[in-house]
């Protein structure tokens, strides 16, 4: 499938900067299985839903991923001021990291990142590389903690620097299980007001686990979709999990999936006949339109960059022509994008 198909025109001032306060004061676009659209608020969820829908989300949590430094002087030069966004863990010392510049790294590079974390740079792949630290396991983790920066997205670090009210505003009220170097967005728009309205209403919720990598902020560089290959990422759901879910859908209830991350987790752990299963591995799904859900009826998420795989996903999700006429409404009605921006809530197309 051509990729120019999922492109579209965003005015620049659309992308949110920050996140609306209080969160679930964010604006929400209602997308039916009719196609027709909806203006609605996050905080107004409860009334789209139904007593026994079940809410599944991603309890990943955001690590400080982004460190600053130098390649330290080589024989043939000076030192260079370099980058670096960890995405993966190896072993206990080793990573593998989007670096910028990548090009100014070889292997067999020293790096001094932040005040005192050291590595080498073991080999180099395009703009991957993958560093052997000096420090290693949970000393090493606290450490990144300790000088790390939470790593936004390109679209918002490119207009302003982390700061202090990002390493709040950039996790999740459910962040739990470090790993991720970028938060599952639509989880952004919960507060605990809403949480207590939606079990008013007998709104149950289940929690997996997909850890977010660097590889969500790379564009689609090929022509065509079969083309694309998707960083792989850790994902987990339950046994315990997998069982309730089951038993939800085997009741004509309906899980509704809090963002892509979710999506995507859920339909890695289902088999051709829906059923779900426990799930503990790598996943690297790629969901374009013609795609067969098999699990979720309904998918709460942000506004995603043209040409993304997000943006196709939700296409496959709530049909094409639908997602791109939605997406027209959005920009005209003048929708926050993005990670800090507005949500919008789809119904599956059948």
Excluded at 12 to 34: F, G, T, W
Excluded at 328 to 337: C, L, P, Q, T
Aim: one cysteine or more.
């Amino acid at each position: 499938m051509d990729v120019s198909f999922f492109d579209f025109d965003l005015p620049e001032e659309l992308i949110a900067l920050r996140p609306a306060n209080p969160r679930d004061s964010a604006r929400m676009l209602v997308v039916r299985e009719s196609g027709e659209f909806e203006h609605a608020y996050v905080r107004d969820l409860p009334s789209y839903l139904r007593a026994g829908d079940v809410m599944v989300f991603n309890d990943t949590k955001v690590i400080p991923a982004r460190l600053r430094g130098i390649r330290l002087p080589r024989d043939d030069g000076p030192a260079a001021n370099v980058e670096v966004t960890l995405h993966k863990r190896v072993t206990e010392d080793r990573v593998l990291a989007f670096a910028k510049p990548a090009r100014r790294l070889a292997a067999g590079d020293r790096l001094q990142l932040g005040q005192t974390i050291q590595a080498e740079v073991v080999s180099r792949k395009g703009g991957e590389v993958e560093l052997r630290f000096v420090l290693s396991g949970a000393i090493l983790d606290s450490t990144i903690a300790a000088e790390g920066e939470m790593p936004l997205p390109p679209y918002i670090a490119g207009k302003r620097k982390a700061d202090a009210r990002d390493v709040s505003d950039y996790q999740t009220m459910f962040a739990r299980e470090k790993g991720s170097v970028a938060a599952p967005t639509a989880g952004l728009h919960f507060t605990p007001e809403l949480l207590t309205r939606l079990e008013a209403q007998s709104i149950m919720r289940e929690f997996v686990t997909l850890h977010v990598g660097a590889g969500t902020f790379l564009p689609v560089t090929a022509n065509d979709t079969a083309e694309h290959k998707m960083h792989s990422e850790w994902a987990t759901i339950s046994e315990e999990t997998a069982t309730h879910l089951n038993s939800v859908r085997a009741n004509g209830r309906r899980i509704v999936a809090v963002g892509t991350t979710s999506l995507r987790t859920l339909e890695s752990a289902a088999d051709e006949q829906g059923h779900i299963k426990r799930f503990a591995c790598e996943t690297d799904i790629f969901i374009t339109p013609g795609y067969r859900f098999k699990t979720a009826d309904i998918l709460l998420t942000n506004f995603h960059l043209p040409r993304s795989t997000l943006f196709m996903l939700v296409c496959a999700f709530a049909g094409t022509e639908r997602m791109k006429a939605a997406y027209v409404e959005a920009i005209a009605r003048a929708y926050r994008f993005y990670s800090y921006g507005d949500a919008c809530l789809l119904f599956r197309a059948r």
